[in-house]
């Protein structure tokens, strides 16, 4: 009893200590000791929290920052003027027609005319002001105080997750705030807005449509479709921004995001996927039953296209459809945390930035003070892994795979350590909440067949 009592405690404390005012001083007094004694022990920072620096994608001396490359911006660029710019330089792209047409905007010669790393700038300028609008908006709306919201903006900026979203220069920032309103317009009941943004957030990026599921939860299935069809013909429709050829884009365009699913599954920043954790447990057993392999090697060749799709369709079916049979006993914040986590994992690829998502649900468990009040057994377990997850994943922690004495190649070796127990959270965060709405269907199936049984006839009670 005495252990129970432990245990409960150590989970009611990572439960009602999650909250951005203790993260933001633990990830700003670890980037302040990661940046003191990265030339101690030689390494470099900023690649155990993002990739290599110099990836190739732009002259450094010209268009980056010091030796530095922000290879999700450069590289995208250079095709995405193209009349088909998924097949215009070999690479495996899967951005969709508008934001490719954003990378062409900012690749575009007005802008370098003014000055040749201004685009570079003005991507960084806006990835900032984006990750800032939740709390700016938490200010501004009296949601939350000046000195409560002042730390939502520090954590949105200093994230491990957004750290490395400002390092790669992806144009993904924009699927932040659009995230935030659409759970605020779901949580207010607002049918249009929430299928406006819903459309946006696809245009940008096609996967974000797995957050249609709140919806369906929200507004039922008459609603559901109508944003479904609506949706579908936003994306096929954007097609015309690129207008030579378009049913031949739209099919490269698939082709290339089906490629796109078998990231391989090397333990870096690169693949937070469930499918990509079965890879992973491959190749460590792989590289635990080989001498002197490379970390690299081990984990290669990838899942294949079949294997990886079968793995997120059958885990995207399980977790969803027990997120929508439990939902009349699900509170709104826990649907918004669950499916969130589920979208982190059913897709066969999530880079590391996309985990700043999680970051979001927290903004509207403190704004309802859900931390601190008293929560079911099985919930308070969710949001305690949870807590242990933001924990890990928030700070930039200053250890890498180098640090541990891992034979891995260069490109690799100063990879953090942080990003694979990450991944780790991450899948037992959805193990946990799987369960929870198992137990909840099963328990709701009992109280169903219990007052069925005693609304039955006498006599079929009596004789059946």
């Not at 490719?100 to 300028?125: E, T, V, W």
């Not at 997120?312 to 929508?324: D, K, N, P, Q, R």
């Not at 100063?414 to 990003?419: A, L, M, N, S, T």
Request: one cysteine or more; aromatic letters at 16%.
């Amino acid at each position: 009893m005495k252990v129970h009592h432990r245990i409960n405690s150590v989970k009611h404390y990572f439960v009602r200590s999650t909250s951005f005012g203790n993260l933001a001083w633990l990830s700003l007094i670890i980037i302040g000791f990661g940046t003191l004694i990265s030339s101690y022990i030689n390494i470099k920072y900023s690649e155990t929290i993002s990739f290599s620096v110099q990836d190739g994608w732009c002259d450094p001396k010209l268009q980056g920052i010091g030796t530095h490359c922000f290879g999700d911006f450069y590289a995208p660029i250079t095709s995405a003027g193209d009349t088909n710019p998924w097949i215009a330089t070999g690479l495996k792209f899967a951005y969709p027609p508008v934001s490719f047409a954003y990378f062409h905007l900012m690749g575009s010669q007005y802008l370098i005319a003014i000055f040749i790393k201004f685009p570079l700038y003005l991507n960084i300028f806006l990835t900032l002001i984006a990750l800032s609008i939740p709390g700016l908006h938490q200010i501004w709306t009296k949601r939350q105080p000046l000195k409560e919201g002042k730390w939502v903006i520090a954590i949105m900026l200093t994230a491990t997750p957004a750290l490395m979203l400002i390092d790669r220069g992806t144009n993904n920032y924009l699927l932040v705030p659009l995230l935030y309103f659409y759970f605020n317009a779901i949580r207010s009941e607002k049918s249009t807005q929430s299928l406006g943004l819903l459309v946006l957030m696809v245009l940008w990026k096609p996967q974000m449509f797995i957050f249609v599921l709140l919806y369906l939860t929200s507004f039922g299935f008459r609603k559901t479709i109508k944003a479904t069809l609506i949706t579908i013909g936003a994306i096929l429709g954007s097609f015309v921004l690129y207008p030579h050829g378009v049913l031949q884009n739209i099919s490269d365009w698939i082709s290339n995001s089906r490629a796109y699913q078998t990231y391989s599954p090397i333990p870096t920043p690169g693949n937070y996927s469930f499918a990509n954790l079965i890879g992973f447990l491959r190749g460590a057993l792989r590289f635990l039953h080989s001498d002197g392999v490379l970390l690299g090697s081990a984990f290669r060749p990838p899942m294949s296209q079949l294997s990886v799709t079968a793995v997120s369709l059958v885990f995207g079916i399980l977790t969803l459809g027990a997120l929508y049979a439990a939902k009349r006993n699900l509170n709104l914040n826990y649907q918004i945390l669950a499916t969130t986590v589920f979208f982190l994992l059913i897709p066969g690829t999530t880079f590391g930035y996309y985990l700043v998502f999680l970051l979001v649900p927290l903004i509207f468990m403190i704004e309802d003070c859900e931390l601190q009040t008293k929560l079911p057994s099985r919930q308070s377990w969710s949001y305690a892994v949870y807590g242990i997850l933001l924990f890990v994943m928030v700070p930039a922690w200053p250890i890498n795979l180098r640090n541990l004495g891992i034979p891995v190649p260069p490109v690799w070796e100063y990879i953090g350590v942080h990003w694979m127990f990450t991944h780790l959270l991450l899948v037992a965060l959805a193990v946990v909440i799987f369960i929870d709405f198992l137990s909840i269907i099963i328990e709701s199936r009992r109280v169903y067949w219990r007052i069925s049984f005693l609304k039955r006839p006498r006599f079929l009670t009596r004789w059946g």
